[in-house]
T-cell receptor, first 113, second 117 residues
């Protein structure tokens, strides 16, 4: 089955700097890769996603890149703000697995003001 | 759009009682809903996949007789934790899937914190 690894587990950056979180996946059939932001005591919120037919997607300060050959995808947050502090999860899914999401272990991002 | 609600948001119960958690997709129809459990500082663990009008599919190690799932309509799924024990205390989160050509978008509810005394 699919396995998703996420690094780093914690990330501390200065406000205004960029943050990068990386994930690798094992199942070449995976074709959908969402990123979620989870604040304390709340459910995960979809912030951006990418499908296997594109290599990069951007939404304001957030971007995601996908390298299908290497089976890895990354989340890039530019001009970080204190409100970006949260836990971020990557995930992968495919039709072969009934579209179940397999999550990474999470990255705790702290943006220092 | 794509709002998912959960009720209750927090529940405290005595050991041995049953607790029902509702998950609703408010502005879209979801043929598939998922139930997750999350322990502190850990990732989400998929418990079961719920399809409208059919029996849920449980992940390995999840007791189907303990975690009863009903998906009665395209906008409502319920999870009942039967004979709850302290080890069942956790954060339970549902998601509703909107099927598209290249895979599901899953939208998550706000979660239900269950504390079993």
């Amino acid at each position: 089955g699919e396995n998703v690894e996420q690094h780093p587990s914690t990330l501390s950056v200065q406000e205004g700097d960029s943050a990068v979180i990386k994930c690798t996946y094992s199942d070449s059939a995976s074709n959908y890769f969402p990123w979620y932001k989870q604040e304390l005591g709340k459910g995960p919120q979809l912030i951006i996603d990418i499908r296997s037919n594109v290599g990069e997607k951007k939404d304001q300060r957030i971007a995601v890149t996908l390298n299908k050959t290497a089976k890895h995808f990354s989340l890039h947050i530019t001009e970080t703000q204190p409100e970006d502090s949260a836990v971020y999860f990557c995930a992968a899914s495919s039709a072969d697995s009934s579209y179940k999401l397999i999550f990474g272990s999470g990255t705790r991002l702290l943006v220092r003001p | 759009g794509a709002v998912v609600s959960q009720h209750p948001s927090r529940v405290i119960c005595k050991s041995g009682t049953s607790v029902k958690i509702e998950c609703r997709s408010l502005d879209f129809q979801a043929t598939t809903m998922f139930w997750y459990r999350q322990f502190p500082k850990q990732s989400l663990m998929l418990m079961a996949t719920s399809n409208e009008g059919s029996k849920a599919t449980y992940e390995q190690g999840v007791e189907k007789d303990k975690f009863l799932i009903n998906h009665a309509s395209l906008t409502l799924s319920t999870l009942t934790v039967t004979s709850a024990h302290p080890e069942d205390s956790s954060f339970y989160i549902c998601s509703a899937a909107r099927v598209e050509a290249l895979g599901n978008e899953q939208f998550f509810g706000p979660g239900t914190r269950l504390t079993v005394l």
